[in-house]
């Protein structure tokens, strides 16, 4: 058992299998849908929280973890003499890093670094990734921190999506929000770097998928050879980049992976993302 534990948030979004094998430990953000409030973690079927989602006159919102979420576990990863590396979705959408750092400030006695990464989704998790394999590694807390502050600053992830519209009823529009008006009718490309911030607009759908594309090809031009996909209801859109990518790269992704409702519910079905980052920090 590695000396550090890593710890995330449920909006990385890897696949299961993947997050147990590295032995990542979770704490989930809520889904608020009227009177009922679930845990993301919870919610497995995520083609009947879509269709639901598209025929809702009202958007479901979404919080962060409790400090008493955190402590539950912190807890027993201090108990057990480990330190601990916990690294979360961007503060500027969330407030999930806060709460963490709360709970840390209330565990005196261990030794905890809370990063906040700045992005979400795909790029978390190879942020989380590359933290992971430095633990495993018998790296110290310092030198995870800092791999996974390195693994922040390599990533970038790109996504197009359907439409601005989920993005502004649910206020986590950012600086897309001068995009608003004629915009909705357009596919706009999107980064996170703190807030989600436009890259471009295209008219249609393949056009978006080309420059998907020119994307991965521009990430492995820069040296950064692990690449991903993430989708949200687009399964055939996916296939068609894995084709491509792996005749790019000459590999298999690091994870493909659906995004799950606590950024669905603000983006919407449709979304297709890439991106990528050097495997040297995922060893």
Not at 69 to 92: K, T
Not at 185 to 193: E, S
Request: hydrophobic share 45%.
């Amino acid at each position: 058992m590695p000396d550090v534990a890593v710890v995330t948030d449920t909006t990385h979004y890897l696949p299961a299998e993947l997050v147990a094998e590295r032995g990542v430990h979770e704490v989930s953000l809520y889904v608020n849908d009227g009177d009922r409030q679930r845990r993301e973690a919870d919610i497995c079927d995520l083609d009947a929280f879509y269709d639901d989602l598209r025929g809702s006159s009202s958007l479901p919102t979404t919080s962060q973890p409790s400090i008493g979420d955190f402590l539950a576990v912190y807890e027993p990863l201090a108990q057990q003499g480990r330190a601990i590396v916990s690294i979360h979705i961007s503060g500027a959408i969330s407030g999930t890093v806060e709460a963490a750092r709360q709970a840390a400030a209330q565990l005196e006695q261990a030794t905890i670094e809370v990063i906040d990464s700045r992005v979400a989704c795909g790029a978390l998790g190879l942020v989380v990734l590359a933290a992971g394999a430095a633990a495993a590694n018998g790296d110290d807390v310092q030198a995870v921190a800092q791999r996974a502050r390195e693994a922040a600053q390599a990533t970038r992830l790109w996504f197009a999506v359907d439409t601005l519209e989920y993005l502004r009823r649910g206020g986590r529009i950012g600086s897309a929000q001068a995009w608003l008006g004629g915009a909705l009718k357009i596919k706009p490309i999107l980064t996170l770097d703190g807030e989600i911030t436009p890259i471009e607009r295209v008219r249609t759908s393949g056009r978006a998928f080309e420059r998907m594309v020119d994307y991965m090809r521009s990430r492995r031009d820069d040296g950064a050879d692990g690449w991903v996909v993430q989708h949200i209801q687009a399964p055939d859109v996916v296939d068609r980049l894995l084709d491509i990518g792996r005749e790019l790269f000459g590999s298999e992704p690091v994870f493909v992976s659906e995004i799950g409702p606590v950024i669905g519910a603000h983006v919407g079905p449709g979304l297709v993302g890439v991106g990528g980052l050097p495997t040297a920090l995922l060893r």
